[in-house]
């Protein structure tokens, strides 16, 4: 059964940092890529970044340079390193296997003032 569990957000300010964890299980994690999305409230949600099973990683533009994405295939985690933080990076973030399953956790709160 597959299982999500995202953790690591809260509150910064401005041009702070965080640093998002996803345990994953249920699935053969080291052969499948990962990514994190997030929605924002009254928005869609929308893809931040992915990472293969061979590490080769990708963002959105928006976070391109800010954001780093990794994984731990040891301990089947992947993580999202989020600096220099803005306003518009409200929402909520999840983590889903790449293309994603119709499960997801339950998201993790990020809310960054200005």
């Known amino acids: 059964q597959v299982q999500l569990v995202e953790s690591g957000g809260g509150l910064v300010q401005a041009g702070g940092s965080l640093r998002l964890s996803c345990a994953a299980s249920?699935?053969?994690?080291?052969?499948?890529?990962m990514a994190w999305y997030r929605q924002a409230p009254g928005k869609q949600r929308e893809l931040v970044a992915t990472?293969?099973?061979?590490?080769?990683?990708n963002y959105a533009d928006s976070v391109l340079g800010r954001f780093t994405i990794s994984r731990n295939n040891v301990e089947n985690t992947v993580y999202l390193q989020m600096n220099s933080l803005k306003p518009e990076d409200t929402a909520v973030y999840y983590c889903?296997?790449?293309?994603?399953?119709?499960?997801w956790g339950q998201g993790t709160q990020v809310t960054v003032s200005s």
């Open positions: 249920g699935r053969i994690f080291r052969l499948n890529a």
């Open positions: 889903n296997y790449q293309p994603e399953l119709a499960v």
């Open positions: 990472i293969t099973s061979s590490y080769i990683t």
